[in-house]
């Protein structure tokens, strides 16, 4: 059975990690090179670093600053932002990335999963899906929840999946940032229309959130941002409270 992963995720805005609540507000939190060093120290599982206005400003991912925070760290890295091509992927795995993240670029073309998959292996590609409820639906939502879709949510990540995404990025757009805890609804659904590890994003307060995200939404990983920024959780105490509670989870 694989193992359950806790991620801290690294939103970066103007080469500085940042978080706000549902997408708006950003506050500046410190260098992103800082971070990264803390999160390797305390063994996180993995590391999320999304540039979050590199699409929306049209350009292209911080190169520089993704090979200078994967050579501080030995814990696997995903990236995304700004990323519309498979010469897109090459460069962030060539500054020391393990898988890609992209969102609205999957969006306009999806065959990008296809020849992403093709290229590197699908355990390489991660779809990120933003994600907010509409009336009784969840609906798709892209350039950094900017813009709204009609695409259906749990149609697209089972098409991304069958695309050939080795993993699903969801975040709940209405609970991001609010620490009220996962849509484990969205969650729920979305898992159980897949096959492919789905990592949960948006509204972790407190560690039960990590827990609920996982044994009642399904999910094979946690990604949180503000409990581990702000200091009320380590990631050390958050693996320690799941494996208390019988998650199946990396020491």
Request: glycine letters at 12%; aromatic letters at 6%; proline letters at 2%.
């Amino acid at each position: 059975m694989l193992k359950k992963r806790i991620i801290p995720c690294l939103d970066i805005t103007g080469g500085r990690v940042v978080k706000g609540i549902n997408f708006v507000n950003l506050r500046d939190v410190g260098d992103p090179v800082e971070w990264a060093r803390k999160y390797d120290r305390e063994k996180a599982d993995e590391l999320v670093f999304l540039d979050i206005t590199a699409t929306s400003d049209n350009r292209e991912t911080l190169i520089d600053l993704v090979a200078k925070v994967s050579d501080e760290i030995f814990i696997p890295l995903t990236v995304g932002g700004g990323i519309r091509t498979v010469k897109d992927m090459q460069n962030i795995l060539k500054a020391g990335a393990g898988k890609i993240s992209i969102n609205t670029a999957a969006v306009k073309n999806p065959d990008l999963i296809k020849e992403g998959s093709s290229h590197y292996g699908a355990q390489c590609i991660v779809v990120a899906v933003d994600v907010k409820r509409e009336g009784g639906g969840f609906k798709v939502y892209v350039r950094g929840g900017r813009d709204r879709t009609d695409i259906n949510a749990l149609e697209w990540c089972k098409y991304a999946e069958d695309l050939g995404a080795g993993e699903l990025l969801v975040t709940s757009m209405d609970r991001d940032g609010t620490k009220d805890g996962y849509d484990l609804e969205l969650l729920k659904k979305i898992t159980g229309v897949v096959n492919i590890p789905v990592i949960a994003s948006g509204g972790c307060g407190k560690l039960s959130h990590l827990y609920d995200a996982i044994e009642i939404g399904g999910a094979s990983a946690v990604l949180a941002a503000s409990i581990f920024h702000y200091g009320e959780f380590t990631i050390s105490e958050a693996k320690s409270y799941l494996s208390e509670r019988g998650v199946n989870i990396r020491k």
